[in-house]
T-cell receptor, first 117, second 114 residues
Framework: EAQVTQNPRYLITVTGKKLTVTCSQN?????MSWYRQDPGLGLRQIYY???????DKGDVPEGYKVSRKEKRNFPLILESPSPNQTSLYFC????????????????FGPGTRLTVT | AQSVTQLDSQVPVFEEAPVELRCNYS??????LFWYVQYPNQGLQLLLK??????LVKGINGFEAEFNKSQTSFHLRKPSVHISDTAEYFC????????????FGTGTRLTVIP
């Protein structure tokens, strides 16, 4: 089954304790992205990746890191989490656009609810 | 850059009544437009999309949306809602060039009242 998986689904942690949220897709997609969802703010993009070893900042990258060493995985790293990073996080993937005008649907993972105390 | 404004944060509506959720977008380039639905405690599901062609697009669960270029709007409609339509709805936009990034609105919580 084609899917995007995220782990863990729920995480409660303390300020300053490094954590990683994993994202994996089995569709051979080049493009992957991380979003955070907050009440009243919708979804905002944190980082995205167009292919292996190619990453770029989204709208809210502060406090986050990503890496793309393999095509299927795109982990989100919080080196020193703070309470303002308490949020619902979504990973998404799609084929990467190479020609202007092409559309590729993004497939979303189930979400990771992170609480930082 | 692109941005999306969803004008209503909450929309209560009685069961079997019609509903319209409003969405306006801003972009300096041509765009694709989307509506996503998020049921309670679930992930995002694509409801419908406008890529090109007919400005009236139909999606799943009886929803439809109309693209209006002159008003830069993409409002979502359903003629008769059900209890099961209670969810949060997000309008999103993506440029037709460059990276496949989605820009979301702040969401509209639709509550269907029995």
């Amino acid at each position: 089954e084609a899917q995007v998986t995220q782990n863990p689904r729920y995480l409660i942690t303390v300020t300053g304790k490094k954590l990683t949220v994993t994202c994996s897709q089995n569709m051979n997609h080049e493009y992957m992205s991380w979003y955070r969802q907050d009440p009243g703010l919708g979804l905002r993009q944190i980082y995205y990746s167009m292919n292996v070893e190619v990453t770029d900042k989204g709208d809210v990258p502060e406090g986050y890191k990503v890496s793309r060493k393999e095509k299927r995985n795109f982990p989100l790293i919080l080196e020193s989490p703070s309470p303002n990073q308490t949020s619902l996080y979504f990973c998404a993937s799609s084929l990467a656009r190479r020609t202007s005008g092409n559309f590729y649907e993004q497939y979303f993972g189930p979400g990771t609810r992170l609480t930082v105390t | 850059a692109q941005s999306v404004t969803q004008l209503d944060s909450q929309v209560p509506v009685f069961e079997e009544a019609p509903v319209e959720l409003r969405c306006n977008y801003s972009s300096s380039v041509s765009v694709y437009l989307f509506w996503y639905v998020q049921y309670p405690n679930q992930g995002l599901q694509l409801l419908l999309k406008y890529l090109s062609g007919s400005t009236l697009v139909k999606g799943i669960n009886g929803f439809e949306a109309e693209f209006n270029k002159s008003q830069t709007s993409f409002h979502l409609r359903k003629p008769s809602v059900h209890i099961s339509d209670t969810a949060e709805y997000f309008c999103a936009v993506s440029g037709r060039t460059g990276a496949n990034n989605l820009f979301f609105g702040t969401g509209t919580r639709l509550t269907v009242i029995p």
